[in-house]
């Protein structure tokens, strides 16, 4: 009787086993190799050493195998000589048509604050139209869209030169002019 145990217990561990290395599937366990090498002679020393140069912190900013990507820092702008401000460059990133009004957008790179404003100027021979909103801060930008925004209807066919500006009490700046067809 107690081989019977015995054996209906291994019988089980055993099924268990077999049911269990079923869950593994078709796994490849590599085997494992060992190569022998036999030691390259080497030179002996000279009277002094160099020092090996390290890696500059520049040299590995992006390297794919660290899985971590890093963007070069963005300097600040700051006032030179008499300047109260400093002059920021103001990039356009969007503008068109939405709902009715002719929006756009703008990044200030570098300028990171909420008290700024931006100001949306559309230019047609005499006629001048504006909008006006806050600067948005970001992580590394101020960003303006808010409340850039003028209506179709104020607005005739035909081109238009579009310039966005940013004014704070310590920056600056204009975008460069582009011109738009308004139909």
């Known amino acids: 009787m107690r081989r019977t145990a015995r054996a209906a217990a291994l019988a089980a561990a055993s099924a268990a086993v077999l049911a269990l290395s079923g869950c593994l599937g078709d796994v ?23 020092p090996t140069p390290s890696a500059t912190p520049s040299d590995d900013r992006n390297d794919p195998g660290d899985g971590v990507a890093t963007d070069d820092p963005i300097a600040t702008p700051t006032p030179t000589g008499d300047q109260e401000r400093a002059t920021v ?3 356009l990133t969007r503008y068109g048509t939405e709902g009715g009004s002719f929006v756009a957008a703008a990044v200030i790179a570098g300028v990171v604050e909420s008290t700024g404003t931006c100001t949306m100027t559309l230019t047609s021979g005499a006629t001048t139209l504006t909008a006006s909103g806050a600067g948005a801060p970001s992580a590394t930008t101020t ?3 808010a409340g850039l925004a003028i209506p179709l209807s104020s607005l005739s066919s035909g081109t238009w030169t579009l310039v966005i ?9 204009s975008s460069s002019p582009e011109q738009v067809t308004i139909s």
Do not use: E, H
Not at 30 to 49: D, I, K, L, Y
Not at 165 to 173: H, I, K, L, P
């Open 28 to 50: 490849d366990v590599p085997t494992p190799s060992v190569t022998a090498t036999a030691p390259s002679p080497s030179a002996t020393a000279s009277g002094t050493a160099s």
């Open 143 to 145: 960003d303006c869209a």
């Open 89 to 91: 460059n103001v990039s």
């Open 165 to 173: 500006s940013y004014d704070s009490a310590g920056f600056a700046g």
